[in-house]
Every structure is written in structure tokens, then in C-alpha cells.
T-cell receptor
Framework: QQQVKQSPQSLIVQKGGISIINCAYE??????FPWYQQFPGKGPALLIA?????SEKKEGRFTISFNKSAKQFSLHIMDSQPGDSATYFC????????FGSGTKLNVKP | DAGVTQSPTHLIKTRGQHVTLRCSPI?????VSWYQQVLGQGPQFIFQ???????GRGNFPDRFSARQFPNYSSELNVNALLLGDSALYLC????????????FGPGTRLTVL
């Protein structure tokens, strides 16, 4: 049973556009929700993370929106750039990390 | 500062063989976690070690084992390899707190023929 469900599987966005990736979870014990960025041939790198007592967190062009009642959280990438083209994973933590299945983002120049 | 290092980078084995993967955490980090990432999927948790003790174990068969050494480096061992074990094996290190940032290494690509 997948603990964290991520969508879409792939996403194409024009340069300057907004990229939105969504995740949903069932376990209300999760208490930490990070997003990771992974380039081909590299390990995932932490992008931004949020705790459930906060509804939104912004770092530069990256924003996490968190809806505790709906058990959903999303990553927004503003002013998307070709360099943002990568695979993005959401994750949730309770004693261990559970990762979503990933979203392959392609930002067209 | 050196990041998390893993060796080897790539490995090809045949079914039934045994493999050992190695990981060196970031200096000062006391926790190491291992993940399996099958192509097109997210990482799946295998083990976490903290101060040489197993702190957590994922849903993997007993063919998978690991250990952490006094210098906090770690080994992941897989016995009786199956074709389905082909994956990228990632090591992540952290300070050790439950919500501490995990820093991933580049991974070891294991191919089982």
C-alpha cells in the first residue's frame, strides 16, 4: 500500500510558467513533509520541507502548500526555468521516510 | 565539505550472487539510511542505523542486511540476488534526529543478470 500518492507522473511547462505537483497521504501520524529534486545520475537533494502546523512555506521560487484536513500538500515552482527540469519527489515522515512515485518535470525554453 | 560517498558506482552481478555496497556519511553525521530506487519510482526505505544500532527496517526480505561501523560508515549486503534486486541503491546520512535533513549520496547502480 502506497503511503504517499503523487501526481502527475510527468509535467511539461513553458519557461516562466508555474509548475504544480500534488501529493496526498493517509497516515495522520506523519509529521514532516519534504520535497526532493533529483537530476539524472544523482541522488535526491532536499528542496524544501514543511511541518503540519504550517499551511504554507516559501523559499525563493519554491512554495509548499499544506492542507492538513484534506491530507494533501503540493509544490509550486514559480517562474519555472529549464534548469528546473528534473524529477521531484514528495515524502512524508513518521519514524521513517515514505516517498511518492515522482514527477518528471520538463520546462520548455 | 565532502558529501555522502558511495561505492562502487556501478555493479553487475548474476542471480544467486552476493553483493556489498558501501557508504560514507557526511562528517559529523551519525545516522545512515539505505534506500532502494527502482527505475521510475521513488526511493523505498530499507534500513536506518544510528550510532551503530538498527533504528528502523523497511519491508524487505532477510536477504538484505546492513551494519554501521564505529566511524559511522555503513555497508548494505544483499544475498542470493534476484533479477528484481536491480535498482539504484541510495545511502542518506543525517545528524540523527527524526526530522533531520537527509543528505543522499549519488547511489550505486546494481544490475542483476
Amino acid at each position: 500500500q502506497q503511503q504517499v500518492k503523487q501526481s502527475p507522473q510527468s509535467l511539461i511547462v513553458q519557461k516562466g510558467g508555474i509548475s504544480i505537483i500534488n501529493c496526498a497521504y493517509e497516515n495522520t501520524a506523519f509529521d514532516y513533509f519534504p520535497w526532493y529534486q533529483q537530476f539524472p545520475g544523482k541522488g535526491p537533494a532536499l528542496l524544501i520541507a514543511i511541518r503540519p502546523d504550517v499551511s504554507e512555506k516559501k523559499e525563493g521560487r519554491f512554495t509548499i502548500s499544506f492542507n492538513k484536513s484534506a491530507k494533501q500538500f503540493s509544490l509550486h515552482i514559480m517562474d519555472s526555468q529549464p534548469g528546473d527540469s528534473a524529477t521531484y519527489f514528495c515524502a512524508a515522515n513518521f519514524n521513517k521516510f515514505y516517498f511518492g512515485s515522482g514527477t518528471k518535470l520538463n520546462v520548455k525554453p | 565539505d565532502a558529501g555522502v560517498t558511495q561505492s562502487p558506482t556501478h555493479l553487475i552481478k548474476t542471480r544467486g550472487q552476493h553483493v556489498t555496497l558501501r557508504c560514507s556519511p557526511i562528517s559529523g553525521h551519525k545516522s545512515v539510511s539505505w534506500y532502494q530506487q527502482v527505475l521510475g519510482q521513488g526511493p523505498q526505505f530499507i534500513f536506518q542505523y544510528y550510532e551503530k544500532e538498527e533504528r528502523g527496517r523497511g519491508n524487505f526480505p532477510d536477504r538484505f542486511s546492513a551494519r554501521q561501523f564505529p566511524n559511522y560508515s555503513s555497508e548494505l549486503n544483499v544475498n542470493a540476488l534476484l533479477l528484481g534486486d536491480s535498482a539504484l541503491y541510495l545511502c542518506a546520512s543525517s545528524l540523527g534526529g527524526a526530522m533531520d535533513t537527509q543528505y543522499f549520496g549519488p547511489g550505486t547502480r546494481l544490475t542483476v543478470l
